[in-house]
């Protein structure tokens, strides 16, 4: 089966971190456009951070510059996750986050079913 599954979401103190994983299965990730996108109570979707596989270049929404990095890279060389590391969490934070991947050219795209961040005192 072809998913997209998120994980590491969770309850947390504002100025604290929690990293998103998310976890291709069914395809790799090789030449995806990868991105996390979160949703808030009562807004629409918004892209939060993007990544491209072929030559790993970044971008970022203003509000999570400084603050969120994205990365397909970890320490056990998984190659077929991408992550969200976020620190400095606010209240503004708090939606449920999605990832997604998409390569336009074999017109292949998904989404995962998201997880669910607040940021609460």
């Known amino acids: 089966q072809l998913q997209l599954v998120e994980s590491g979401g969770g309850l947390v103190q504002p100025g604290g971190s929690l990293r998103l994983s998310c976890a291709a299965s069914g395809f790799t990730l090789d030449y995806y456009a990868i991105g996390w996108f979160r949703q808030a109570p009562g807004k629409e979707r918004e892209g939060v951070s993007c990544?491209?596989?072929?030559?790993?270049?970044?971008?970022?929404?203003d509000s999570v510059k400084g603050r969120f990095t994205i990365s397909t890279i970890s320490r056990d060389n998984g190659k077929n996750m991408v992550y969200l590391q976020m620190s400095s969490l606010k209240h503004e934070d708090t939606a449920v986050y999605y990832c997604?991947?998409?390569?336009?050219?074999?017109?292949?795209?998904?989404w995962g079913q998201g997880t669910q961040v607040t940021v609460s005192s």
């Open positions: 997604h991947a998409q390569r336009v050219i074999v017109r292949r795209d998904y």
């Open positions: 990544i491209s596989r072929s030559d790993d270049t970044t971008e970022y929404a």
